[in-house]
Nanobody, 122 residues
Framework: QVQLVESGGGLVQPGGSLRLSCVAS????????MGWFRQAPGKEREFVAR????????YYADSVKGRFTISRDNAKNTMYLQMNRLKPEDTAVYYC???????????????WGQGTQVTVSS
C-alpha cells in the first residue's frame, strides 16, 4: 500500500503561482511513475504531468506545458507541482497518483491522494 497526501492548494489571482506537494508513505515506490491529475466541476479527470521516480523523466499535458513544472525529492518521498502564470481554466481539484504503469490516463495509476483545491479567480 502507498499513501499519498497533497497540500498547497488555495485561491490565487490569474497570473499568480502556487506549488503543490504530494508526500508518499508506505511501500517503496522508487521504480514507479507519479503523476498529477485535475478535475474541474462537471468535467472528467484529466492528466496534467507525470514523472518517472528513478530517472526524473517528465511529461506534460499541452495545456500546462511551459507554465507548470513537476519535480520530486527522493529523500523526502515528495513530489511537487510548481504552477506559474495560472489561468481561471486551471481551477480544479488536483490529485497526485502513483502506479507501476503511469502514463497519461488514470488507469495507469493505482494509488491516489485525496485532492487539493486550486481556484484561480480575481
Amino acid at each position: 500500500q502507498v499513501q499519498l497526501v497533497e497540500s498547497g492548494g488555495g485561491l490565487v489571482q490569474p497570473g499568480g503561482s502556487l506549488r503543490l506537494s504530494c508526500v508518499a508513505s508506505g511501500r517503496t515506490f522508487s521504480m514507479w511513475s507519479m503523476g498529477w491529475f485535475r478535475q474541474a466541476p462537471g468535467k472528467e479527470r484529466e492528466f496534467v504531468a507525470r514523472i518517472r521516480w528513478n530517472t526524473g523523466t517528465t511529461y506534460y499535458a499541452d495545456s500546462v506545458k511551459g507554465r507548470f513544472t513537476i519535480s520530486r525529492d527522493n529523500a523526502k518521498n515528495t513530489m511537487y507541482l510548481q504552477m506559474n502564470r495560472l489561468k481561471p481554466e486551471d481551477t480544479a481539484v488536483y490529485y497526485c497518483a502513483t502506479g507501476r504503469i503511469g502514463g497519461t490516463t488514470a488507469i495507469g495509476y493505482t494509488y491516489w491522494g485525496q485532492g487539493t483545491q486550486v481556484t484561480v479567480s480575481s
